[in-house]
């Protein structure tokens, strides 16, 4: 039996989610069986002799987090806060004032004493909010650590040994403050390259408990290879799946039901005593974390030892006045056609793919409309129900709206273009009009859902990215009108020939996961580095 049974939710990639919605999230999982709860906050936290730190960026005040403790104690859920001591803070590099202390990337600089007196005020910070005596301080992903500014000052140091030197300061001032450190586990076995297992068990600290984490397979097979790599150099005590909430506008409840369960056995296999699923918010927090929960819901039951799955059902309708293949809808705009497989984000894809450029017009294949109208007007059904998760189902209703029309757009103007087509030009020049008609549909609806469960900050980049689109819209109603009217002779955008985006070097197709961060979707061409950094 698992001693903590958790989710993790981010609060970090723009969508920092509202106090009262926390505590509605610390509502429903208690009421589930989940025991413990994870903010992720990189740096959108208050600390104390830090104004920069999440300035701007909706973070929770140190009030906040201790209304938060106090509530999920008294509803049987451990708060635990989940934070980076090394890599994954970008956002604070932004200001002038933390310059001095970044490596390379968005590492910290390791060694610096000025890093750990940051790191000292985050803990002292921490430790007046959270009951708690565990802290997770991330420091996962930090590939160029000591490659950077730590290299010019210190000449080469093999990254083992900057990395678990770092961990040993950071340990002392977590014990200082009686915290118990949580890794992501992938700091330690990146090391293995370089230092043996037995090398890595002696000199982590004894109270540092690596958790290691996958989210991305459906057998049991794979994650008992992970624990059996971790438990060469740690007892394997923590563990972290994933509920799919990170590639796009919509969720992935089928893949992320299967692949926790597959988790949840080799778990239970090799005794694995603490698990929590992440809910990441990559590329600005897009998805509603209560769009998972007929994930949430399953894998509670799954957990207790129920795997009736007619029985789930009925429960969760009883649970949550709706049915359970109603709220699995919010699947389909990732994968209109309702196939099982990896969600891959079409309707982000087709929402933000340039109407001129085209880059993502190669893999249109005919039937976008059609299937886009099919699950526009299921998840139109249920939104007209009413009821408390409405709004959910009119945002990815809208989305679908918007690309039933605009997902083959690119192709239908190349093909009218190309075959000299003057009819379809023009009445493509109205259906741009109409594009942008929808799109301010949509916005209006993602704002709703938006505002209901996040802080303002963080919407300003979702702004940028409609704004975009519109005005993407717009150029090219202009350039097609141009054209007609024979001010200019040709749409050079639409002379480029295009090329299929996911060709590989060897030549076949790596369309594995689709496309999940804006910047690669929306333009080949160079965006600044705050709006890469931050997005």
Known sequence: MFEKIGTMVDCSRNAVMKKGMVKKWIDITSSLGYNTLMLYTEDTYEVENQPYFGYLRGRYTLEELKE???????????????VQALAHLNAIFRWPVYKPLRDADDILMAGEEETYKLIEDMFRSLRKCFRTNLLHAGMDEAFLVGRGKYMEKNGYVSRPQVVLEHIKRVT???????????????????????????EIRAKIPQKVMPCSHSYYSETKETYLNIFDTYSKFCDMNWFAGGFWSWTGFSPDNRYSISASIQAIEACRERNVKNIIFTLW???????????????????????????????????FQKTFDISYDEFMLLNLPGTPSDIEGLHLNYDKIHLFNDPLMGIFDPIIKGDEKEQYLNCAAKLKAVADKGGEFSY?????????????????????????????????????????????????????AFQIQWDTENHPGGFDIQDIRFGTIKQRMENTKNKITAYLNGNIDKIE?????????????????????????????????VLSMLIHNNA
């Open 172 to 198: 002392k001032i977590a014990e200082k403050y009686g915290f118990e450190l949580i890794l992501w586990g992938d700091v330690f076995t990146s090391l293995l390259d370089n230092t043996s297992a037995e």
């Open 68 to 82: 938060l403790d106090n509530y999920a104690s008294e509803k049987g859920v451990e708060l635990i806060p989940c």
């Open 281 to 315: 918010g990559d590329d600005g927090g897009e998805t509603s974390r209560f769009s998972l929960l007929p994930t949430l819901f399953y894998v509670s039951e799954y957990i207790k030892g129920n795997k009736n799955e007619a029985n789930i059902k009925e429960k």
């Open 493 to 525: 955008e639409l002379e480029e020939e295009l090329l299929y985006p996911y060709l590989n070097p060897h030549g076949t197709d790596d369309f594995s996961q689709g496309h999940r961060w804006w910047r690669d979707i929306v333009s080949p061409n």
């Open 392 to 444: 959910l189902f009119r945002t990815l209703q809208r989305l679908c709206e918007v690309d039933s029309v605009k997902a083959d757009f690119g192709v239908r103007l190349r093909t009218a273009y190309k075959t000299k087509n003057k009819k379809a030009l023009k009445e493509l020049v109205n259906e741009c009009d109409l594009i942008t008609q929808k799109i301010n549909i949509l916005y209006k």
